[in-house]
T-cell receptor, first 113, second 113 residues
């Protein structure tokens, strides 16, 4: 079944630790996105990718980085986590064509203590 | 540039009553419009989308939305609310040739017994 997966679902980690949030999709989509969402708030685009070896920063400045070495994989990394990084991170993908919907993963809720 | 405005961050309806969630968009070119639903600690799930075909769009779970160009609106409705409809609802817009999906700030729907 085609889908988009995020791991872990929940993560509690100490300040200063390096973390990687995983996102994988099985739909062969070229475009992938990372959104940051605080509880009950809107989604803010922090990174996107048009395809392999293509990554761009989104509208909201973020200290995280991303990579796109394979079409299906779009991990997000924080080199040194801080409490201000506490949030929900949502990964999404879309097929080529602007009239297609974005498919979302279940999200990773990150808490930095 | 595109934008969406969702009127009412919180909407409460009685079970069995009409659900109306408002979304107005701004776009200098023909838009593609989407409604998503988000349950607690979950990603976003597509309810329906408008892609320049029929102006009245039917989605899942009995929801529908009507695209009104003259009013720049894409309001979401459901004739009879169920308790399971309680969730956060997001309106989103994109246009041809852009990578961006612009999301509204969301409307939290509460269904009263």
């Amino acid at each position: 079944e085609a889908d988009i997966y995020q791991t872990p679902r929940y993560l509690v980690i100490g300040t200063g630790k390096k973390i990687t949030l995983e996102c994988s999709q099985t739909m062969g989509h070229d475009k992938m996105y990372w959104y940051q969402q605080d509880p009950g708030m809107e989604l803010h685009l922090i990174h996107y990718s048009y395809g392999v070896n293509s990554t761009e920063k989104g509208d909201l400045s973020s200290e995280s980085t991303v990579s796109r070495i394979r079409t299906e994989h779009f991990p997000l990394t924080l080199e040194s986590a801080r409490p201000s990084h506490t949030s929900q991170y949502l990964c999404a993908s879309t097929a080529t064509g602007s009239n297609t919907e974005a498919f979302f993963g279940q999200g990773t809720r990150l808490t930095v203590v | 540039a595109q934008s969406v405005t969702q009127l009412g961050s919180h909407v409460s309806v009685s079970e069995g009553a009409l659900v109306l969630l408002r979304c107005n968009y701004s776009s200098s070119v023909p838009p593609y419009l989407f409604w998503y639903v988000q349950y607690p600690n979950q990603g976003l799930q597509l309810l329906l989308k408008y892609t320049s075909a029929a102006t009245l769009v039917k989605g899942i779970n009995g929801f529908e939305a009507e695209f009104k160009k003259s009013e720049t609106s894409f309001h979401l409705t459901k004739p009879s609310a169920h308790m399971s409809d309680a969730a956060e609802y997001f309106c989103a817009v994109t246009t041809s040739g852009t990578y961006k999906y612009i999301f509204g700030t969301g409307t939290r729907l509460k269904v009263l017994a």
